[in-house]
Each structure stands twice: as structure tokens, then as C-alpha cells.
């Protein structure tokens, strides 16, 4: 154990729990605004597999990282697209149609694999860039400022989406319908439109989690995101559906799930202990819900369809 806590393997520890949130981050602030409208999303995990598929495929065949993020937006997009089509318009129960959206991205991306390209195969990525200054200071800009692309662009959106559901005229209508949508129907708000805008906004970023995932990690392969959709999802419940509170719960998690890795490579975890030290991230995230659900209540209108006049 004496050998985890040197200087050199804690900050790698911390850069790797760094790199390990940004998937769970990017579904998770999307998600976030999607409930904040009242609409809950199970299928994020079928979304991140697809768009992962999706960037891995076209940064195989192309050689271009920046083509693959492309693509695993607008497959997000397309998602969101189809699941706002079935949970606004035609008014299908969420949770029923969200595991639907799961197990066809999961099936589906599998198969697209395994016919297009068989055997996982390695691809291109971002590479490290490191923040000028930021980036020079000894331990903390190598835990911090020296990451690819990906990782910044989440962590900058945290800010941004806080701005976005707070401070504008379009979040302030985000928030009215997840909570009253017959008052603010009856104020003119298109409820309808509102919930395709969230469900597409946070369907197009669980894209780009999985875009980030498969780009990060160079490679693809079945069943990638391992469950880590759903931790998103419960993400949100943990941050008390804030951008900030997401982006807490994601590094929390992305730090055990670090370390837990990293015990496992210096040998002080093996076996039996392993497989249970491997739990820890899944069994710190239930406890936190079950703590942060008594005291914060979800949105109002959460998994409630919305029909004019009744």
C-alpha cells in the first residue's frame, strides 16, 4: 500500500480519475438538462454506444479524430430526434421506451461491428495538450492542464450549461415545464418544443461521451461503455440535477474507479479483493443517492407526459 501514496503514482492516479469522468460528465450534464424538462432518458447508454461506434468507425477509416466526434454528435442527435418523436409525441412511457433506445444501441453497434470491421483495431487520437502556464505547474498541471481535447471541452461545458439552464430565457422555459408545463403551456410555452430541444441537446452530448470514450481509449469494442450510461443517469439524482453537482459526482467516481485501477496494477489488490475493490465506484455511488435523494426532490413533471387540456 506504501507504494500508492509516493508523489509520482497519486498524481497519475488523479490524471487517470480526470480521464475517467469525462464520459460519465458529458451524459451526465446532457441528461441534466433532458430532466431538468421533465424528460428521463434510461436509453443514454444505447446513445453512447452508437456514437462511440460511430466515431471509432469513421477515425478507423479516415485517420481523422475530429471527423469521429462529428459523427458521434449527429448520431446523438438522431437519437435524440427518434426519442422525442416517441416520448413528446407520441407520448410512450419513458422508461420503457429508454431501455428500447438501450438495447438497440447495444445491439445494434455490436452488430455493426462485428460485419464492418470484426477484431478490435486500434485508432488515432487527440493526444495531450498541455495549457499554457496552467500546464507547467509541477504535479498540478499534470494532473490537471496536460489532457486531450475531449476532456476540456467537457469541463468547459460545465460553466456553460449552468449559464444556459440559469441565466437565459430558454432555460428559464426548461424549467417551467419540467415543473408546471400546464402553467407554462398556458403562458405560450410550447412544452413539445422545448422537450425536443432538451432530449436533442442531450442526446447529441451522450454521443459525444461516447465519442470521447472510444477516441480516448483508441479502440472499440462490444458492450464498451460497461454500464457507464446508467451511472450517468444517476449522476444527475446524485448532483441534484446541477451542472456542478454532475461534475463533482463524475470526478468522485472517475477517482475511485482511478484508483481502484491503479491498486489492481501495483498488485495491492488480487483475486477475490480485486473483483469486490472493483465494486467500490458502483457502492459509493448508491450510498451517495440514497443520501442526496431524502433531501432533494427531482423535478416536478419528471417521467409525466404532457397533454394539452388534460
Do not use: C
Amino acid at each position: 500500500m506504501a507504494e500508492f501514496f509516493t508523489i509520482s503514482v497519486l498524481v497519475a492516479t488523479v490524471a487517470s480519475g480526470v480521464r475517467l469522468a469525462t464520459p460519465y460528465l458529458l451524459a451526465g450534464l446532457g441528461e441534466t438538462l433532458g430532466q431538468r424538462s421533465g424528460v428521463l432518458n434510461l436509453g443514454v447508454e444505447g446513445v453512447m454506444l452508437l456514437g462511440g461506434y460511430a466515431a471509432y468507425y469513421l477515425t478507423f477509416r479516415t485517420g481523422v479524430p475530429l471527423w469521429g466526434v462529428l459523427a458521434g454528435l449527429i448520431v446523438g442527435a438522431i437519437m435524440g430526434l427518434v426519442y422525442a418523436f416517441i416520448t413528446v409525441t407520441l407520448r410512450a412511457e419513458q422508461g420503457i421506451s429508454g431501455i428500447g433506445i438501450f438495447l438497440f444501441g447495444l445491439g445494434f453497434s455490436d452488430l455493426l461491428f462485428q460485419k464492418q470491421v470484426g477484431t478490435p483495431r486500434t485508432i488515432k487520437g487527440f493526444g495531450n495538450w498541455k495549457v499554457p502556464l496552467l500546464g507547467d505547474i509541477p504535479k498540478i498541471g499534470e494532473m490537471f492542464f496536460q489532457h486531450s481535447l475531449l476532456i476540456y471541452v467537457a469541463f468547459i461545458l460545465v460553466p456553460l450549461m449552468a449559464l444556459l439552464i440559469n441565466k437565459t430565457d430558454f432555460g428559464l422555459k426548461v424549467r417551467a415545464v419540467g415543473e408546471t408545463p400546464e402553467a407554462a403551456d398556458s403562458l405560450g410555452v410550447s412544452v413539445a418544443r422545448v422537450r425536443y430541444a432538451t432530449i436533442i441537446i442531450a442526446n447529441t452530448l451522450a454521443g459525444l461521451a461516447g465519442a470521447a470514450l472510444t477516441i480516448n481509449l483508441h479502440i472499440f469494442q462490444s458492450n464498451i461503455t460497461n454500464g457507464q450510461g446508467f451511472i450517468a443517469v444517476a449522476l444527475v439524482y446524485f448532483g441534484a440535477w446541477r451542472p456542478t453537482g454532475v461534475m463533482l459526482g463524475s470526478l468522485l467516481f472517475g477517482l475511485v474507479s482511478a484508483t481502484v485501477l491503479q491498486w489492481r496494477t501495483l498488485g495491492i489488490v488480487s483475486g477475490a479483493v480485486s473483483s469486490l475493490t472493483a465494486m467500490a465506484p458502483a457502492v459509493i455511488t448508491i450510498l451517495a443517492l440514497v443520501i442526496i435523494s431524502r433531501r432533494v426532490g427531482a423535478p416536478t413533471a419528471l417521467t409525466r407526459p404532457f397533454e394539452r387540456g388534460h
